[in-house]
């Protein structure tokens, strides 16, 4: 058995089994039951196991458990996509034949030229590259403006949108007009990316920064809850043009696990459509305004040395 992350297998199939009525299941429910959501020998019943083999597995020893076990122990616990393909995540860990030691830093990683000619063809809409620790790896100009915040709060780069969510509370509650449901989201997707690559030396160090110094994300990382976030609607409120709501899509690129290409997209005819065009020119004059002030800065310091030279 891998010690690994046996605290991670007991605590998500125990929050898992918590959060399913035995009326949902077909089973008899009633006021005198002493755990919320199911029991053990419930589980074991609909998963087709015994008793003692689920009681092994809720301690954490995912050890030797074949695909049909998880696959029924996923039934049985009405796991949706993301829930089930942790477990088998957490299984494929616990389940290494050799101990890994955790890879080096990833924080380098660089995007090929061809993708951010993608996200830069990209005019109607914020587009955006990610990976799986909510660390922003490439955008395009609509999302750099859009999430103009986050690249004012963080001096680190590339800006990460946990260390913004949970550390930098006031600008992310601005930005975040639900901002509760946001950081739920995105500690869900840290979540199911700390189980897929539990090795990762980044994906550690964060997840110790932001328990340290942020109460509300303990409690949203022991809920255990994982999300695999792929479609749906975003809101936001931008300092300069206000309200912003999109029609989200996200894919997973298959050469970089881990990594997801971001699609925004305002309705036509929608406040949220007329607002990126004033976004779109207001970040481009914003961009052209810095390289001239670096331009001039270089400029300055070069200054001395060329008069030292005459």
Known sequence: MSAENSDDVREFLT???AKVRPEQVDLPGGPNRRVPGLRRTEV???AGVSVEYYSRLERGNLSGVSEAVLNAIATALLLDEAE???LFDLARTANAST???????SRSATIRPGLQLMLDAVTGGPAL?????MDILATNLLARAVHVEAY???RERPVNLARFAFLHRESAERFYPDWDLAADMIVAILRT???RDPYDRDMQDLIGELSTRSEEFRRKWGDHNVRRHVTGVKRFLHPVVGDLEFLFEGTELPDHPGWSLNVYMAEPGTPTADALRILASWEATREQEDTTEQGRSRATQDVPSQAADG
């Open 15 to 17: 929050t898992r089994r």
């Open 44 to 46: 074991a019943l609909l």
């Open 84 to 86: 089930r393909r942790h």
């Open 99 to 105: 101990v890994r030691r955790p890879r080096s830093s």
């Open 129 to 133: 590259i990610r990976n799986g620790r």
């Open 152 to 154: 004012s709060a963080l």
């Open 193 to 195: 990316e700390a189980g």
